[in-house]
């Protein structure tokens, strides 16, 4: 294929995926906010957590389609564009993968919290845990852009 | 309705079977961040016709007492600084008809008696309850418990039972940080005896932010708003604002600590509205290979990783001091040493992996470096295994020491996010300087609206991601080795007169 095809795709990969992973996670913590919102509003300042976190996903994706945009004129060969893909690629595994995370955990998170405020500290730690699952692709990916 | 709402640090009775109330700790509020207060359990039995009157003089008497303390606390910045703005109350209004507002507030106080008196223990004659107070007023406690009950009662004392739980009296912190103090506290009350992070955290916070928001620009105008912010504080009334405004003026003093801890990153990674080449990185120093400032971020995210890692070791080996003092004031002393060969295990890996590489170089670590890695990490590993096994179990002890060298490597580069989160406000920055054509630090008259929009969306939206992350490096990586989150607060039981 050629390379510039190839890098471009992972752009769209990299960017893509993210925010829709982002989105999914935002989609759903967001209503089970507004739900207990209603009941406990007092508990809508931590529980906003699990909706930036999600958001945040959608940031990590920028940042390695907009590293990938300022690389795309010196990807020629096609062993860089390989590189290129495949680090989009990365990203938007492991955002899916803790988009999900996010979303499962932190459903059941504020469900929790709403009915035993105690509970949070020990619950949030799958939220944060999902995340960091992304952050792990980002270093990784990260890695991999700075040899092409 | 009004006075009761103006009343905010007297929370409502929360009487189970444990009641409690409060007396002022001690005549000096200092800045000691210990959340200890002894407390001690008193057990009274009074004549069922005196339970009500006892009860009167308690709630009572802790009404006086916190409103004296609120008046010290509020004070207390004033003292500390001449820069740092107390809240200052409005007068409460006058109601119009005050005999309504009398009556009221008469009616609200013996119905908070009477819900009291519904949990408590009683026979055909007499009444038991049980009681939490702070351990320098016992005596107060059992006096004016005596006096109101005309000596028909039995009062008996005791510490708590091994393993109880006491509430914690938490000593109140300046009034500037009492945004830190919700984010703490957000997360859970120390436990009885631990130390309290609120002061702990005012520092560390700020910094771990700074070094995500590096930037002078964008710094300043936090500064600006954060003083802003805290000068209107003291014109508006706390009770008739949105819940987001009141976010903001609770938060005013942080936002002016985060904005000048983002400006002095900002100078150290040389940005100014993103990486305009207006301000050159200036160096901090070097650590054998960690480099402290004195690069851009954008242009060699390697070095802003090894900053970053070592920011993390820094903040997680802050954590094991604190968790190495909390074993020592919970005369925990088998246990005392493994936080100091945590940190031996954690500063052992981090020279590893400056002298030797990372995962790529693994092969060196069992060849070339193999005594090192013997010493620096085996070592440690098989001493906190040994010194929780002797302590625990040795079951216990086998999951802990794996639970630690997971915990070391995972936390550890959890910290990469300061170099993720910096580099992405960095490039979120630069997209806006190049619609503006900024080039080499001479910004165009036209590009000021495009960096000003620019500005704007990183502010609330980068800001916000970047607020969470901190909150988070600090409630996973950093509580998780000395603060659990699991203490009670006293909530003592008063009148709300």
Same mark, same amino acid.
């Given at each position: 294929m050629d390379p510039g095809l190839t890098s471009l795709i992972g752009v769209a990969l990299a960017i893509g995926v993210p925010v829709i992973s982002a989105a999914i996670a935002i989609i759903i913590c967001g209503t089970a906010m507004a739900g207990i919102g209603t009941e406990k509003p007092e508990l809508l300042s931590r529980l906003i957590i699990t909706v930036v976190l999600g958001e945040a996903l959608a940031i990590y994706g920028l940042l390695i389609a907009f590293m990938l945009l300022s690389k795309l004129s010196n990807i020629t060969t096609a062993e860089a564009a390989d590189k290129a893909l495949i680090s989009g690629a990365i990203i938007a595994v492991t955002t899916a993968s803790a988009g999900a995370g996010i979303s499962y955990c932190g459903t059941s998170l504020i469900g929790a919290t709403a009915e035993k405020p105690e509970t949070f500290s020990s619950n949030v730690i799958g939220v944060v845990?999902?995340?960091?699952?992304?952050?792990?692709?980002?270093?990784?990916?990260?890695?991999?852009?700075?040899?092409? | 309705m009004k006075s009761i709402k103006n009343l905010p640090l007297i929370t409502r009775a929360n009487?189970?079977?444990?009641?409690?109330?409060?007396?002022?700790?001690?005549?000096?509020?200092?800045?000691?961040?210990?959340?200890?207060?002894?407390?001690?359990k008193i057990n009274v039995i009074v004549f069922e016709d005196r339970i009500h009157a006892v009860l009167t003089s308690l709630g009572e008497a802790a009404i006086a007492q916190i409103i004296d303390l609120r008046e010290?606390?509020?004070?207390?910045? *004033?003292v500390l600084a001449p820069y740092v703005f107390s809240m200052t109350r409005e007068k409460e209004e006058k109601s119009e008809e005050p005999e309504v507002v009398a009556s009221h507030e008469l009616s609200e106080g013996e119905k908070q008696i009477m819900q009291a008196e519904e949990k408590l223990a009683r026979t055909a004659r007499t009444v038991y309850f049980e009681a939490w107070v702070p351990d320098e007023h016992v005596k107060q406690a059992v006096d004016l418990i005596n006096k109101s009950a005309l000596g028909q009662c039995v009062v008996t004392d005791q510490l708590p039972a091994e393993g109880e739980k006491a509430p914690i009296l938490l000593k109140p912190v300046p009034s500037f940080l009492a945004a830190f103090e919700r984010l703490v506290y957000a997360f859970g009350y120390p436990s009885s005896g631990d130390i309290n992070p609120v002061i702990i955290l005012a520092f560390t916070f700020p910094i771990l932010f700074g070094i995500m928001? +590096?930037?002078?620009g964008q710094g300043l105008l936090f500064v600006a708003i954060g003083i802003l912010l805290t000068l209107a504080k003291r014109k508006v009334r706390m009770d008739k604002v949105g819940d987001i405004i009141k976010y903001l003026f609770i938060g005013s003093e942080m936002f002016i600590l985060l904005g000048i801890s983002a400006t002095f990153f900002g100078f150290v990674f040389g940005e100014f509205f993103g990486p305009s080449g207006l301000i050159h990185p200036i160096s901090l120093g070097q650590i054998g290979p960690f480099r402290i400032g004195g690069f851009e971020p954008t242009q060699e995210p390697m070095e802003m990783l090894r900053f970053a890692i070592l920011v993390g070791a820094l903040h997680l080996a802050l954590g094991l001091i604190l968790r190495f003092v909390n074993e020592i004031r919970h005369r925990h002393y088998r246990l005392a040493p493994v936080p100091i060969f945590w940190l031996w295990l954690l500063f052992g890996g981090l020279e590893?992996?400056?002298s030797y590489g990372g995962i790529s170089n693994i092969s060196k670590w069992f060849s070339v470096g193999i005594f090192m890695m013997m010493a620096l990490i085996m070592l440690p590993l098989t001493l906190i295994l040994v010194f929780t096994g002797l302590a625990e179990g040795f079951t216990e002890g086998?999951?802990?020491?794996?639970?630690?060298?997971?915990?070391?490597?995972?936390?550890?580069?959890?910290?990469?996010?300061?170099?993720?989160?910096?580099?992405?406000?960095? +490039?979120?920055?630069?997209?806006?300087?190049?619609?503006?054509?900024? *080039?080499?630090?001479?910004?165009?008259?036209?590009?000021?609206p495009i960096i000003a929009v620019g500005t704007m969306l990183v502010l609330i939206i980068e800001g916000l991601v970047v607020f969470v992350h901190t909150l988070r490096l600090h409630w996973v990586e950093w509580?998780?080795?000395?603060?659990?989150?699991?203490?009670?607060?006293?909530?003592?039981?008063?009148?709300?007169?």
């Open positions: 845990l999902s995340e960091a699952l992304a952050i792990y692709g980002l270093l990784i990916a990260f890695m991999l852009i700075g040899q092409i | 009487a189970a079977m444990v009641t409690s109330f409060i007396f002022p700790i001690g005549n000096r509020l200092t800045l000691s961040s210990y959340a200890l207060v002894t407390m001690r010290r606390t509020e004070r207390w910045p *004033e928001f +590096a930037d002078v590893m992996w400056a086998v999951g802990f020491s794996v639970e630690v060298f997971a915990e070391t490597l995972s936390h550890t580069m959890s910290y990469g996010r300061l170099m993720a989160l910096g580099l992405i406000h960095s +490039a979120m920055n630069y997209l806006f300087l190049v619609l503006g054509g900024v *080039e080499h630090g001479n910004f165009p008259l036209g590009s000021i509580f998780s080795k000395f603060h659990s989150g699991e203490g009670i607060a006293f909530k003592p039981f008063q009148l709300t007169k």
